[in-house]
């Protein structure tokens, strides 16, 4: 059946993907989000959860492409494709920088996301779509907070904060990409509703897994009870990111939610200004 006309990505967002790289040698080897250890071991789980998991991404879109008609969501998947192949590239070098230079065995580090995925990939094709669709909420429901907040990178080494700020600039232009595509090919949102169920318990509790194995692999304590502290504040405190991007969250479980719904364009061209 022709799906004509289904990209719901702003007409007035043309989008690209830049084809930057970063030198992250010096900030990497030491805690660069202001010295704090909890905000930094933070971020770099992250970082760790990205290049397997981008690439499942792309490839639970690619997977249902040949059924897209519509020229403008095949353009943005286009770009889709190519925006998360370049985060995945800078991600892997940002993984490998970090992990040499604090002395962490990488292997042992993505094995905890590849496993994941590898579970994730013995499910339906829809299935893995409705997977990359709520992960790619979440992705960019951090992303916005993000640039809203310019506090979550406060103290962060300019370098650092550059990278994570490219890449919610471009988490935020192509969110509703997995999305679009997903309605196109008749995906249900119950499915989704059901699928973050899952994934809001398991990313979060894969994300503390990282952050222990990187204090073990440091020899540090992992019952630190100031790194915790600092972790709690951070996260859930008065103006915890958690906390912050609750409403954002909440948004999917609406049954006529859409990722723009969140019509936040302005901070976008706001933030991308801030990066030139
Ligand atoms: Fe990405
Ligand atoms: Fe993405």
Known sequence: MPNAALSKTPGDLAFEARNR???LREPLAGDWHGGHAFQTAFFNALSLSFPSGEKFFVDSVKHYLP????????????VFVQQEFIHRREHQ???EVFAEAR??????????YIREIQRAKKEPPIVQLAATVVLEHITAMFAAGSMRNSRWMDGAHPAMADLWHWHAIEETEHKSVAYDVYLAIGGERKMLRQVMRIIRMRFPYHVFLSICQMRRMEGKPVLSLSFWREGYAFLFGRDGIIREVATDFRLFYRDDFHPWMLDNRELLQKTIAMQR
């Open 21 to 23: 790289r970063f030198d």
């Open 93 to 95: 070098r940002y993984n």
């Open 103 to 112: 002395g962490f065995d990488l292997e042992k580090l993505e094995a905890l």
């Open 67 to 78: 059924r897209i008609d519509d020229p403008k969501l095949k353009s943005d998947a286009a």
